[in-house]
């Protein structure tokens, strides 16, 4: 029986989320999407030398898009753990300093 492509992508989706689950190598996570630069290219940017943020929207155009750089706000803390531990978090944690809470994004 031939599999519909809705079919084909939901078990390609859930495959990458089990994958990922279980340790397996991730998937490219695009921090900024309207320029579409990857996790991956501003870790290697920082690895670089890229230590400011100036630095990594020069070297890769993240954060810089036409959305004001809503993007910024994983910028910020995935290079300050960086520079702080000398690798890059699991998880990026947003930082929402400055957002109103009572404002449903």
Avoid at 33 to 42: E, G, L, M, P, Y
Avoid at 65 to 70: A, E, K, T
Avoid at 74 to 97: A, M, N, R, S, W
Wanted: charged share 25%; aromatic share 6%; hydrophobic share 30%.
């Amino acid at each position: 029986m031939r599999r519909t492509f809705v079919e084909v992508h939901v078990s390609f989706l859930r495959a990458q989320h089990y994958n990922h689950s279980m340790g397996a190598k991730k998937k490219t996570e695009i921090i900024c999407r309207c320029n579409n630069v990857s996790r991956a290219t501003i870790e290697d940017a920082i690895r670089n030398g890229a230590h400011t943020l100036n630095e990594i929207f020069d070297t890769t155009s993240a954060g810089v898009g036409p959305c004001g750089g809503s993007c910024r706000r994983k910028l910020g803390p995935l290079l300050d753990y960086y520079l702080k531990h000398g690798q890059f978090p699991e998880k990026i944690v947003e930082d929402l300093t400055g957002k109103d809470p009572a404002k449903k994004p």
